[in-house]
């Protein structure tokens, strides 16, 4: 009986879409404290990311060893305007645990 998934070992993604998952990085007043409690860096990704080619992402534009990730899809709001109503864009959000040692800085504080 064969594998449907292919076990960790064996997975290959292609770097051009890895390259693309990661949309950006989120920096808000949440995302800092998760980050400063459990080691956790948040990221904007692609509607269609899995949790495989997010960590491969990351490892390889960062140069980092994650130990997990976590994803929540976020819905839109409703927003109105005077008499027309519209809707922000849904939000894929990625939180990526790293391991122990591990850092990753995206402010860049070079000074």
Same mark, same amino acid.
């Given at each position: 009986?064969?594998?449907?998934?292919? +076990?960790? $070992? %064996?997975?290959t993604f292609d770097d051009g879409r890895l390259m693309q998952v990661l949309v950006a990085p989120i920096v808000s007043e949440k995302a800092t404290m998760v980050g400063e409690k459990s080691n956790a860096v +948040?990221?904007? #990704?692609? %509607?269609? $990311?899995?949790?495989?080619?997010?960590?491969?992402?990351?490892e390889l534009m960062f140069k980092v060893?994650?130990?997990g990730v976590s #994803? $929540?899809?976020?819905?839109?709001?409703?927003k109105r305007f005077g008499k027309s109503v519209g809707r922000r864009d849904h939000v894929r959000k990625a939180?990526?645990?790293?391991?122990?040692g591990q850092e990753l800085n995206l402010v860049g504080e070079g000074a």
């Open positions: 009986m064969s594998r449907v998934n292919p +076990t960790p $070992a %064996q997975r +948040t990221f904007k #990704v692609l %509607q269609d $990311a899995t949790k495989p080619e997010i960590k491969a992402a990351v060893e994650v130990q #994803v $929540a899809n976020i819905k839109g709001k409703t939180y990526v645990t790293l391991k122990a």
